[in-house]
Nanobody
Framework: EVRLVEYGGGSVQAGGSLTLSCVAS????????TGWLRQTPGGECELVAR??????YFDESVKGRFTISQDNAKNTVLLYMTRLKPEDTAKYYC????????????????????????WGQGTQVTVST
């Protein structure tokens, strides 16, 4: 069975750190692009970070605080989040290989599974003050 499963969500105080894991089953990340989307309480679905053979991308709001890495041996993509802010509170989704576009304005994350080859169910991150 092909699966993407996220781990590591939870509650953390502002300024703290949290690491999210995306584990693939039935396929390998090598040679493909994998990203993290997040659904904020305000309703916007944002592309937080992306990693592929050609490099990485980070949204301006998380540059310097988040980093992304890929461990092909463990078939895992990690999102390291530090200096967390309340604005980072969101449901985070792991997605692989955009079929249309990585970003589609106005469409919530939970309606975007059709835009990717594989997708996870999401994990909630809550940052308190």
């Amino acid at each position: 069975e092909v699966r993407l499963v996220e781990y590591g969500g939870g509650s953390v105080q502002a300024g703290g750190s949290l690491t999210l894991s995306c584990v693939a089953s039935g396929f390998t990340f090598g040679g493909s692009e994998t990203g993290w989307l997040r659904q904020t309480p305000g309703g916007e679905c944002e592309l937080v970070a992306r990693i592929g053979y050609d490099g990485t991308y980070f949204d301006e709001s998380v540059k310097g605080r988040f980093t992304i890495s890929q461990d092909n041996a463990k078939n895992t993509v990690l999102l390291y989040m530090t200096r967390l802010k309340p604005e980072d509170t969101a449901k985070y989704y792991c997605v692989n290989e955009a079929q249309t576009s990585w970003v589609i304005p106005g469409l919530p994350c939970d309606k975007r599974s059709r835009d990717f080859r594989y997708w996870g169910q999401g994990t909630q991150v809550t940052v308190s003050t």
